[in-house]
């Protein structure tokens, strides 16, 4: 059976995932954690075949960082990005860390368990294209890395000076990116702004 790591800190996504391992009669769960900064800990406690990982995680680690870690010292553990968010880095990032997989949650035509156990049979599987969602009066595509970086720090309910301060910027970039956001969006204000993408889990806010 092969072993799987779950790394999600949404306690419905888990559940779910873990129902479908569970159901897989291939998986058997090795076990479920939160937060990505755990995950090396976690592989080498014991015999982790295949690690699915959140992009964002608890307390804000990043689930790309902590894979490319783990893939520079455990490079035959089978790693599956998975995310809700339609940022197209995410893609790239995922592959420059060396994962063989990228799976998302809502809007995947193939199942987990499909892409699962494509990676184990050694293929890269990775989408073709980015899902495109509509935000307020814009389609996901139309946003920057950047805008969605700045998108990502409000749901989080980050101060201008704060969201400055995260991404090494000024406050007046800040600003500029919000302007832009908000004429894009067609959303009066950021609270408009974050009520969207949070309903929409485009970006999850902080809990």
């Known amino acids: 059976m092969t072993q ?5 800190d949404s306690r419905i996504t888990r559940d779910a995932i873990e129902r479908q391992i569970a159901r897989s009669g291939e998986y058997t769960l090795y076990v479920s954690i939160e937060n990505a900064a755990n995950a090396e800990i976690a592989c080498l406690r014991g015999c982790v075949d ?3 990982m959140d992009v964002c995680t608890a307390e804000e680690e990043s689930g790309l960082k902590a894979a490319a870690k783990i893939k520079q010292y455990n490079p035959k553990i089978k790693i599956i990005i998975m995310t809700s968010m339609p940022e197209h880095s995410f893609i790239q990032k995922a592959k420059a860390c060396g994962c063989d997989g990228f799976w998302y949650k809502e809007f995947g035509s193939d199942s987990l368990i499909e892409v699962c156990d494509r990676v184990m049979a050694g293929e890269q599987v990775y989408p073709q294209d980015t899902p495109i969602i509509r935000i307020g009066c814009s389609d996901s595509h139309e946003f920057t890395s ?10 989080q309910g980050r101060k201008y000076e704060e969201i400055a301060a995260d991404l090494d910027i000024k406050p007046n970039t800040v600003k500029y990116h919000i302007k832009n956001i908000l004429q894009k969006t067609g959303c009066l204000n950021t609270l408009q702004l974050v009520a969207e993408v949070v309903e929409k889990r485009l970006v999850l806010p902080k809990y």
Do not use: G, K, S
């Open 4 to 8: 799987v790591l779950v790394v999600e």
């Open 50 to 52: 295949l690690i699915l």
């Open 146 to 155: 950047r805008e969605f970086d700045i998108i990502r720090e409000l749901a």
